[in-house]
């Protein structure tokens, strides 16, 4: 994590009035950010037909961007030069820079969101692709970097991993005919606790070091919001000879991250929550500079690379139309990609880029902490641990979560609760058993919005 730890907010004795939220919103470098996005109007988000977004009526709160998050005004935009390049100039679009258009020729296309998306990684141009899905480009990164021997095979992993990481683990396993029972360490924290502290993954890690292969955690972990000290684990991991891989599909545009200075080894992110390049988006992935190298020190006809499952389109545009089956390796993360990827998905995922172009994450994460930690200030206040229906299960130290804030309910209340903050035209999510999950954006939500969702929230639980 940064260096300086951010200290939280203080807030005066008025913060609870709707006044003092409007106060905040006011002064927001970055309100002007939310007009970059079609908010949905509470009447869409009844209606059970198809329609046009409606702008006129009174816009919904949407504290679902951990999820999903909103379309950019960009995303249009971007989408119809796509669609015009390829209705006006069809296959020349691979290899022609249009005036007047967003988008760069279709064989650079990845690289213009690998460019920007490094940015938001901490990452060198180099070390980034813009290729297809989460779970699909863990498993590529997985085959490369997953290399299990008979002393060394365990893979140390949360202890509630997103179910596909769970799957995707779990299947490298069995391909290499290994019993995830003998293989798979899951971490967790103490009894009663949800919060996994840094020293007991420490601990995890000392005591598995010698038959341990890799490391692979949530950069946040998504049912309790909870921000891993991405750096610190890193560099502890690797000291004891692991490879280490991060799975940021809730960091990505939400924490800040560093990448390549902490030398992580791999990530592979989504692009679709925090990063709002729409349902299923193009995703992305991160391999450290040292492990994209390709050698040809013996010959041009020879070159020497880390082993990965390979791909037409990883090899290098140079002698990409060759033909001649001589797989020449792009180096960077580029090598890694398979496929030629889905121009219409670039467009989608290079719209959302240029909203984040305008901005930095450090920038965003300022706002974040005070989002976040004003939402906290507004449930906790004025009750006790012993009458409050609820608990948030999120760390309360900001330097150890994201924008997101989990609050796990009491027995019987979460459908109650979730159907009140729906009629309310309040957008969040639900984890079973008991878990809503509110995650104020800093690109598009506001201080007003959070006071509005803790008014309606403490009547729900009032019902």
């Given at each position: 994590m940064?260096?300086?730890?951010?200290?939280?907010?203080?807030?005066?004795?008025?913060?609870?009035?709707?006044?003092?939220a409007?106060?905040?919103?006011?002064?927001?470098?970055?309100?002007?950010?939310r007009?970059?996005?079609?908010?949905?109007?509470?009447?869409?988000i009844?209606?059970?037909?198809?329609?046009?977004?409606?702008?006129?009526?009174?816009?919904?709160?949407?504290?679902?961007?951990?999820?999903?998050?909103?379309q950019?005004?960009?995303?249009?935009?971007?989408?119809?030069?796509?669609?015009?390049?390829?209705s006006?100039?069809?296959?020349?679009?691979?290899?022609?820079?249009l005036?007047?258009?967003?988008?760069k020729?279709?064989?650079?296309?990845?690289?213009?969101?690998?460019?920007?998306?490094?940015?938001?990684?901490?990452?060198?141009?180099?070390?980034?692709?813009?290729?297809?899905?989460?779970?699909?480009?863990?498993?590529?990164?997985?085959?490369?970097?997953?290399?299990?021997?008979?002393?060394?095979?365990?893979i140390?992993?949360?202890?509630?991993?997103?179910?596909?990481?769970?799957?995707?683990?779990?299947?490298?396993?069995?391909?290499?005919?290994?019993?995830?029972?003998?293989?798979?360490?899951?971490?967790g924290?103490?009894?009663?606790?949800?919060?996994?502290?840094?020293?007991?993954?420490?601990?995890?890690?000392?005591?598995?070091?010698?038959?341990?292969?890799?490391?692979?955690?949530?950069?946040?972990?998504?049912?309790?919001?909870?921000?891993?000290?991405?750096?610190k684990?890193?560099?502890?991991?690797?000291?004891?000879?692991?490879?280490?891989?991060?799975?940021?599909?809730?960091?990505?545009g939400?924490?800040?991250?560093?990448?390549?200075?902490?030398?992580?080894?791999f990530?592979?992110?989504?692009?679709?929550?925090?990063?709002?390049?729409?349902?299923?988006?193009?995703?992305?992935?991160?391999?450290?500079?040292?492990?994209?190298?390709?050698?040809?020190?013996?010959?041009?006809?020879?070159?020497?690379?880390?082993?990965?499952?390979?791909?037409?389109?990883g090899?290098?545009?140079?002698?990409?139309?060759?033909?001649?089956?001589?797989?020449?390796?792009?180096?960077?993360?580029?090598g890694?990609?398979?496929?030629?990827?889905?121009a219409?998905?670039?467009?989608?995922?290079?719209?959302?880029?240029?909203?984040?172009?305008?901005?930095?994450?450090?920038?965003?994460?300022q706002?974040?902490?005070?989002?976040?930690a004003?939402?906290?200030?507004?449930?906790?206040?004025?009750t006790?641990?012993k009458?409050?229906?609820?608990?948030?299960?999120?760390?309360?130290?900001?330097?150890?979560?994201g924008?997101?804030?989990?609050?796990l309910?009491?027995?019987?209340?979460?459908?109650?609760?979730?159907?009140?903050l729906?009629?309310?035209?309040?957008?969040?999510?639900?984890r079973?058993?008991?878990?809503?999950?509110?995650?104020?954006?800093?690109?598009?939500?506001?201080?007003?919005?959070?006071?509005?969702?803790?008014?309606?929230?403490?009547?729900?639980?009032?019902?």
């Amino acid at each position: 994590m940064p260096s300086l730890a951010p200290s939280k907010p203080a807030f005066p004795e008025n913060a609870a009035t709707k006044e003092y939220a409007i106060s905040l919103d006011t002064e927001d470098p970055l309100a002007t950010f939310r007009e970059k996005f079609i908010i949905p109007s509470k009447a869409n988000i009844a209606c059970q037909k198809l329609a046009k977004p409606d702008l006129s009526s009174e816009p919904c709160i949407y504290f679902c961007g951990n999820s999903l998050g909103l379309q950019p005004k960009a995303t249009a935009r971007y989408l119809e030069a796509q669609l015009d390049t390829w209705s006006s100039i069809g296959v020349c679009g691979h290899f022609t820079d249009l005036q007047d258009s967003p988008l760069k020729q279709w064989q650079l296309l990845a690289e213009q969101a690998a460019e920007s998306m490094s940015k938001i990684v901490g990452a060198d141009p180099e070390e980034v692709a813009a290729m297809g899905t989460l779970t699909t480009n863990l498993h590529l990164l997985l085959a490369s970097f997953y290399k299990p021997t008979a002393t060394k095979h365990q893979i140390l992993m949360d202890w509630k991993a997103f179910p596909s990481d769970h799957y995707a683990i779990e299947s490298h396993l069995a391909w290499h005919g290994l019993d995830p029972k003998q293989s798979m360490v899951l971490m967790g924290p103490d009894e009663d606790e949800y919060e996994i502290s840094t020293e007991k993954i420490l601990s995890y890690i000392d005591k598995h070091a010698e038959d341990a292969a890799l490391l692979l955690l949530p950069g946040i972990q998504y049912y309790t919001g909870q921000l891993f000290d991405i750096q610190k684990i890193t560099e502890y991991a690797k000291s004891r000879n692991l490879v280490v891989g991060w799975d940021l599909a809730h960091a990505y545009g939400n924490a800040e991250l560093k990448l390549h200075e902490w030398e992580v080894d791999f990530a592979a992110w989504c692009t679709y929550k925090y990063g709002n390049a729409g349902p299923g988006a193009m995703a992305g992935l991160f391999v450290h500079e040292k492990h994209g190298q390709v050698d040809y020190s013996e010959g041009e006809d020879a070159p020497k690379f880390r082993h990965r499952l390979t791909g037409w389109y990883g090899g290098d545009r140079s002698v990409r139309f060759k033909m001649d089956n001589s797989f020449k390796p792009t180096p960077g993360a580029g090598g890694f990609q398979v496929s030629n990827p889905s121009a219409i998905d670039l467009a989608s995922l290079c719209a959302a880029l240029s909203v984040f172009d305008e901005t930095s994450v450090s920038e965003l994460r300022q706002k974040s902490l005070k989002l976040t930690a004003y939402l906290e200030y507004l449930l906790l206040k004025d009750t006790t641990d012993k009458t409050r229906p609820f608990q948030i299960i999120t760390p309360s130290d900001p330097e150890a979560r994201g924008a997101q804030l989990s609050l796990l309910l009491r027995p019987g209340l979460l459908q109650k609760v979730s159907q009140r903050l729906q009629d309310a035209g309040i957008i969040c999510d639900k984890r079973e058993p008991g878990v809503v999950r509110v995650a104020p954006v800093p690109l598009y939500n506001t201080f007003s919005e959070v006071w509005t969702f803790v008014e309606e929230f403490r009547a729900a639980l009032e019902m």
